[in-house]
């Protein structure tokens, strides 16, 4: 990856952990042990300071029963361009995985749009999402093998694949530079 994009500012994902959480009426140690984390760490980031993982987050929606991207999509005007590498962004501790949201799905669509760049070297391991979740993938650049685990397959440029996303799958990069958009459906 040349260019590293700009982090996910935290001030979204306090603001959206608050908002689900209190939607769910749950306390802070209620959510924290259903996420598997600890309660100073959620606490940390409700005050918007930490550094979350992707897995972090990915957790915590599921804890919630909403789609990832409600914890960090962006106040959206009417218009909204998000150009090359300035998206709003998520890492991995697993791999050099880096997902950018480009679209979050509005009422009643329920779909969310990322774009990916990953390295090779590690594999990105992903647990089940909401129930319901299909992921779709269409690769720009490099080579990827994705998809549930055990059925994996391995995509090139313009490839598509879809599959479940409510069983663990994972992506791995292939050849440097690997890029390609992520589309997440939810029933």
Known sequence: MTETPARL????IAASLKRERTRTGLSLSELAK???????TLSQLEAASGNPSMETIWALAVALGVPFSALVEPPTSAVQVIRAGEGPTVHSEQSSYLASLLSASPPGARR???YVWLEPGSVRDS?????GT???IVVA?????AGPRGE???LGPGDYLSYRGDVPHAYEALA?????VLIMQHM
């Open 112 to 114: 969310d749009i990322y």
């Open 127 to 131: 647990e089940p999402h909401i129930p």
């Open 34 to 40: 259903r996420a598997g984390i600890a309660k100073s």
């Open 134 to 136: 299909t992921e779709h």
């Open 176 to 180: 440097a530079g690997t890029k390609f």
């Open 9 to 12: 500012p935290l001030e979204w």
């Open 152 to 154: 994996a397959v391995e």
């Open 141 to 145: 650049e490099g080579r990827v093998k």
